[in-house]
């Protein structure tokens, strides 16, 4: 029994372990698409597995992947389609865990516009924010229904999407999140209507995921910080008011009827299991790109994303 007291006496005394720390930069600010990141944090998973995570939201949405690949943060939020462009231009980046298991990039036209079908833009007006991805998407739908890209005008919108197509600049978008942009032009009174891209040819992807500089990581925190994030997502699924909740509670911007909406429709699209993958899912959208015209060759999806579990 003295051994005992002794024992705990000397626990008690021992200074709480120095928690390991790491950088996230987000791909946009923070928004329910983020929420396994944020209940994470919010509910002390991180810390529970030795982590002291900062989460970045990035002032230029596209320079994340290219600050982990220079080795300025851990992880970074990033897309799947764009991992495999980046993969070819060389930068030293791979796949090492999925926040958003399905796509939610979606055509988007009016709902009680002229536009009924795909085959109904040709001649029109198609909105758009990043180039590349998109015109393969937009190849592979439109050409489902006789049509070609050189049959419609591409207009770069930047990035306001929804507000282009309700006020009539163009006659359908590429690139709108079905979780936000539909509920966006639902609340506004101009409802919109989606052709889902993976029901339309489009190998089906995930639309978000972590990155990481393979070259510089820490194969132990990257999977610690995926145990975390899955409890979260655990406790989402389980609890989707209480999260929303916990998630709204981190700032008023959040506390609107567009993101709780969001929030609602994001859940059951967030990945149960995040250091998991299909490695076929990978394969034939590499094989897509490259049919596409967008790659020149095709990688292994060895070189693509990695099991940092088994590391």
Known sequence: MKHLITAL???????????????????????????????????GYFAERGLEVEIVAPADPSAPPRLVAAGQADLA???????????????????????????????????NGPIKSPADLKGKKIGFSVAGVEEAILTT???????????????????????????????AVIG???????NQMDIEGEP??????????????????????????????????????EKATQF?????????????????????????????????RFALRPAGFDAGRYARFEAFLKDTGLIDSVNPVSAITIDVTAE
């Open 77 to 111: 939020v990033s897309y799947q389609p764009q991992l495999h462009l980046q993969i070819h231009e060389g930068l030293p980046l791979k796949r090492v865990g999925t926040l958003v298991a399905t796509p939610l990039n979606c055509l988007l036209v009016l709902e």
């Open 192 to 229: 919109g209507r989606c052709f889902y891209i993976e029901e339309e040819g489009v190998p089906s992807y995930d639309e978000l995921i972590y990155v990481a500089n393979p070259e510089r990581m820490d194969a132990d925190k990257i999977a610690r910080f995926l145990e975390a994030t």
């Open 176 to 182: 709108a999140y079905r979780n936000f942009e539909l």
């Open 9 to 43: 006496a000397l626990l008690a005394a021992t200074p709480a372990l120095a928690q390991d720390k790491m950088t996230l930069l987000l791909d946009w600010f923070i928004n329910p698409d983020h929420g396994p990141i944020i209940v994470a944090q919010e509910k």
């Open 141 to 171: 739908v439109l050409g489902k229904y006789g049509v070609a890209l050189s049959d419609v005008e591409m207009i770069n919108v930047n990035f306001s999407l929804s507000p282009a197509l309700m006020s009539g600049q163009v006659d």
């Open 236 to 268: 989402i699924v389980n609890n989707p008011q209480a999260s929303w909740e916990i998630f709204a509670a981190t700032s008023p911007e959040l506390q609107d009827e567009l993101n709780k909406r969001a929030w609602a429709n994001t859940l059951p």
